[in-house]
Every structure is written in structure tokens, then in C-alpha cells.
């Protein structure tokens, strides 16, 4: 049986991805060679990768508007150092609402400056902060736009008087916004658009050659934009189950119809959070993640016939990370809402049985 997955991570892909990705594993293109063992310079792979591009900006609404799309490797976490290796000159401002921000913030001081604009930590993150200005002199202003470990997302974005670079890795294609306010938006894909080995930057070229050092080439964007992401042996399979992924959005109707669903997703899950007496969520209301939900049970002597529950229900991943304790239903993209209801029924039948 399948199981209803509220894993923050790697996450559940749509089934018709999942039976396309597989039969590709043992005959990719009726080539009669597995998408595991094709040359990454052959034509059939150039093709995905130049469709994997094409639709990433398509989707995001930033086509012919001076933006590059890259799969690039080493996940999140590189993009930390890679951004500010690329723009950070003097100074870069940051806005701190989680362990991601924070460790970007690490790996930028390394280069130069850091001005953390504001910092939701004396809460341990459970808001987003409001009310901050940004720096004119910095280089770049970097935010994160949804924090998967305290299921915080932020609603709005500044208008920044200096250069936009956001995280998006979990939250990436799941809401309309105006994307072309962000020069630079990296995301891990093994959110919302993929497996796990394969991160996806949209950066404007027109930011990009502005730092006086010498960058190494694997961390230089404007290597990996000449090359085509080609630079170096790509990672063929998660790329090519990104492709298929965007391919399912695009087909569902893109972000705006995505986004219904997600909007309906998270409303089933934070009525019955706010409704059910046994059930607290952490984040403050007016920040709370559609992508998200992090609750606490109000009666911890009731946790493990909740954890009985819901396990027997056929729900996995629905522990919350160690930070916040508790529980977390990450409701990415490709999660039905089926698979929401049925974990409501059981936040349900906790209370009757308490």
C-alpha cells in the first residue's frame, strides 16, 4: 500500500513521474539503454536538460527577461557559499528565520561583511520578521522564503533597493509571486520538483562578473551558464525526474492551479490544528507555511496512542524535526489532499478516544 508521505524530504513525486522514471531506468527513449547509462553529451539528454531549463523559466514567468536556469549539484548547502563567492564584494545583508538562513549566513561572512537586517531567533524562529530595512550600500539582500523545520514562510518580499537572492527549496513552484523581483532564487529539488542530487539556480545574468576575485569554476554561475550546466557530468537521472515533475505542473494548469490545491491543503490541516483542543500549532498564524504545518500536541501523555494512529493509518514522516519537537506534515506539491483528510481523521479520533 501506499503510504500517505509528509516527509520533509526527499518528498513524494506524482505517480505519473514516478511509472515514467522507472520504465526510463531500463529503456530510456526506446533507446535500449537505461537513462542510468546514457552519455550526458548525448542528443537524448541535451534534450532534457534544455527542457528541464526552458520550463523551469516558463513556469516562474521569467522567459526573455535576462534570467538563466541551472542545475547545478551540492544541494542547498552549496548555494550558501556560492552566492556570496559570486556577488558579495564589501557587504551583503541577510534575514535570519531559521537554521537555513543561519547557516547561509555562516558561509557569507566568510567573504565579507554580514548585516543581519533582522532575526526571528529570540523565539526560536517561530515568526517572520516585519518592519526591517535594507542596506543601500550592500551588495545583495539574501531571504529565505520558507523555513521547513519551524514551518514559518514568508508572505511578502521587500521591494530591495540592492539585488534579491532567495532560498525557494521548499517552496519553489507552489504560489504565484512576481518572480522577476528576485535576481538570483536557488531550491534543492528534492522538494518540490524532484530527487535529491540536483539544485536548481535562476540567477540574472546581469548581476553576475561584479566581484574582483577569482572564482573557482565549479562555483562560478556565469562557468555553468556557458557550458549549458554541462560543465561538469550533470546529475542525468534528477534532472531528468525534475523535467518529468515540471512537465505534470505544467500540465495541471502551472502555479496558479497548484497553488489552489496547496491553499486547500494547508486550510484542511491549520482548521483542525486550531479546532481540536489536543492539537497547537508552533508558527505564529500570520506566518504560517502552506507547505508546513508544525504542531505540538497539547497532552504529551497522548503521544504515543497519536503516534499509534496515525502509523496505522498508513502516514510516514510525520515527525517533527528535534528543534521544535512535535509533529510536521510537509504538504508539498505532489501530496493529494486525500492524504490530508485522512491524517485530519485521525487528529480527530485522538480526540475521541482521549
Known amino acids: ?127 517572520i520578521p516585519k518592519g526591517y530595512s535594507i542596506p543601500s550600500d550592500a551588495d545583495y539582500f539574501h531571504c529565505t522564503s520558507n523555513n521547513t523545520i519551524f514551518g514559518t514562510q514568508m508572505k511578502e518580499f521587500p521591494n530591495s533597493p540592492i539585488p ?17 523581483k528576485f535576481d538570483l532564487i536557488y531550491a534543492g529539488a528534492q522538494k518540490n520538483m524532484g530527487p535529491a542530487g540536483t539544485t536548481l539556480v535562476i540567477v540574472k545574468e546581469s548581476i553576475l562578473g561584479k566581484v574582483q576575485r577569482q572564482i573557482p569554476s565549479m562555483l562560478d554561475y556565469q562557468v555553468h551558464i556557458k557550458k549549458d550546466s554541462m560543465f561538469n557530468t550533470p546529475s542525468v537521472y534528477a534532472v531528468y525526474v525534475s523535467m518529468l515533475t515540471l512537465r505534470w505542473l505544467k500540465k495541471l494548469g502551472g502555479i496558479e492551479a497548484i497553488e489552489k490545491i496547496n491553499n486547500k491543503k494547508a486550510e484542511t490541516i491549520y482548521n483542525e490544528i486550531d479546532r481540536n483542543p489536543l492539537f497547537k500549532g508552533y508558527a505564529e498564524k500570520e506566518d504560517r507555511s502552506i507547505m508546513n504545518a508544525t504542531f505540538t500536541l497539547t497532552e504529551p501523555k497522548l503521544e504515543d496512542l497519536f503516534n499509534d494512529l496515525w502509523k496505522a493509518a498508513g502516514i510516514n514522516g510525520l515527525n517533527g524535526h528535534r528543534s521544535v519537537g512535535g509533529y510536521r506534515a510537509s504538504m508539498y506539491n505532489a501530496l493529494p489532499l486525500e492524504s490530508v483528510e485522512i491524517l485530519v481523521t485521525v487528529m480527530k479520533e485522538l480526540e475521541t478516544q482521549a
Open 164 to 180: 534579491l537572492v532567495c532560498d525557494m527549496s521548499s517552496d519553489i513552484f507552489s504560489r504565484k509571486l512576481d518572480f522577476s
Open 1 to 127: 500500500m501506499k503510504k500517505h508521505n509528509f516527509s520533509a524530504g526527499p518528498c513524494i513525486l506524482p505517480q505519473t513521474v514516478f511509472k515514467e522514471a522507472s520504465e526510463a531506468i531500463l529503456n530510456f527513449n526506446n533507446s535500449g539503454l537505461s537513462i542510468l547509462e546514457i552519455s550526458h553529451r548525448s542528443k537524448d539528454f541535451v534534450s532534457v536538460m534544455d527542457e528541464a531549463q526552458k520550463l523551469s523559466l516558463e513556469l516562474l514567468g521569467l522567459e526573455g527577461k535576462g534570467y538563466k536556469a541551472l542545475f547545478l549539484q551540492g544541494g542547498a548547502s552549496t548555494q550558501f557559499i556560492m552566492t556570496a563567492y559570486n556577488l558579495l564584494q564589501n557587504k551583503a545583508a541577510y534575514l535570519n528565520t531559521g537554521t537555513w538562513s543561519t547557516k547561509a549566513i555562516k558561509e557569507a561572512k566568510l567573504f565579507g561583511e554580514i548585516d543581519e537586517v533582522a532575526s526571528s531567533a529570540d523565539k526560536n524562529f517561530n515568526y
